[in-house]
């Protein structure tokens, strides 16, 4: 069983920088992809970033590409996103992820979910 939880959302304005943390409590954190996906009113859930637990390999969603990294400290169990450059359609409730499976950008491949954070930016 892995718990999640995610922090460092807040509002902000078009142009500025957040950096999501999450959290994870479990053993063998260091075996998990984890990734962040992200939902705005009235849409549905999207891929946004992932890393891979064996050599740290990354994807991004085009939306995101060259604006936000994704890293990972396996000695702290974190996985962070670095988000730069933020846009209003960046708005949205950021949700990290977990699995032992295979890398993935697809939402139901993953078991493990956190509550979210709130990430608004304003124009």
């Known amino acids: 069983q892995v718990q999640l939880l995610e922090s460092g959302g807040g509002l902000v304005q078009t142009g500025d920088s957040l950096r999501l943390s999450c959290v994870a409590s479990g053993r063998a954190f260091s075996r998990y992809v984890m990734a962040w996906f992200r939902q705005a009113p009235g849409k549905e859930r999207e891929f946004v970033a992932v890393i891979n637990w064996s050599d740290s390999k990354t994807f991004y969603a085009d939306s995101v590409k060259g604006r936000f990294t994704i890293s990972r400290d396996n000695a702290k169990n974190t996985v962070s996103l670095q988000m730069n450059s933020l846009r209003p359609e960046d708005t949205a409730v950021y949700y990290c992820?977990?699995?032992?499976?295979?890398?993935?950008?697809?939402?139901?491949?993953?078991?493990?979910w956190g509550q979210g954070t709130q990430v608004t930016v304003s124009s």
């Open positions: 992820a977990a699995d032992d499976g295979d890398i993935s950008t697809v939402g139901w491949t993953y078991d493990y």
